[in-house]
């Protein structure tokens, strides 16, 4: 896992879990649930990729995301993996206090491009040429030269995506400001709006 001789693994399967620091747990369950609150929740980078919607709220913000003693943010950036970790005011409240926060209705976009495509090219395809051009005839096969192609213009397609969204964000972030004029425009507002955007498009 890590060459890092502090470093350890808890799954959730685990039973009567001692950490380094000689706290105890029932369960890895345990460990998961109450991880965000430990010393050892802190990283230049956040990158939560999955748990319960709203795990870290306007109610526990203070409490998870920053050092009881030193009052010092313990993540520089989050980009969110999982959906719904966060809440909207929690979201605000870091990036207030400094945080470069991406949310995830950006940052899971990958997913749901990658996906639509998959099931785009299998909606074009009778069975057969499903078969013949998107599967392998069995394990040790390659895969079809047709399905290579087509993976790569998935990764194009993503990277594309992200690099706009990503650069829209950043701009909107940095130049445009709320109606009322008092500041420039949260990334996670930011996000927000272009969610709005792209389904008053469709609608």
């Avoid at 929740?41 to 748990?51: H, V």
């Avoid at 913000?61 to 959906?83: D, H, L």
């Avoid at 207030?96 to 749901?112: C, I």
Wanted: charged share 30%.
């Amino acid at each position: 896992l890590s060459a890092d001789p502090k470093a350890f693994l808890v799954t959730i399967d685990d039973k009567d879990v001692t950490l380094p620091n000689g706290d105890h747990f029932k369960s890895g369950v345990e460990v998961r649930n109450h991880f965000p609150e430990m010393e050892y929740f802190s990283a230049d980078l956040f990158i939560p990729c999955g748990g319960r919607p709203g795990t870290i709220n306007i109610g526990n913000v203070n409490k998870t995301m920053f050092n009881p003693e030193t009052k010092e943010i313990k993540f520089k950036y989050v980009v969110e993996g999982a959906n719904l970790y966060f809440t909207d005011d929690a979201r605000r409240y870091l990036e207030d206090a400094g945080v470069e926060q991406f949310k995830d209705a950006s940052t899971n976009k990958g997913g749901v491009t990658s996906s639509s495509m998959e099931v785009f090219a299998a909606l074009c395809m009778d069975k057969d040429d499903h078969d013949k051009f998107l599967c392998a005839p069995d394990e040790t096969s390659a895969a079809p030269e047709f399905y290579e192609q087509y993976v790569q213009e998935i990764l194009a397609a993503v990277r594309h995506n992200a690099k706009m969204e990503f650069n829209g964000i950043w701009k909107t972030n940095h130049e445009v400001k709320y109606p009322d004029g008092s500041r420039f425009i949260r990334k996670t507002d930011a996000t927000i709006l272009l969610s709005k955007k792209i389904n008053d498009m469709q609608s």
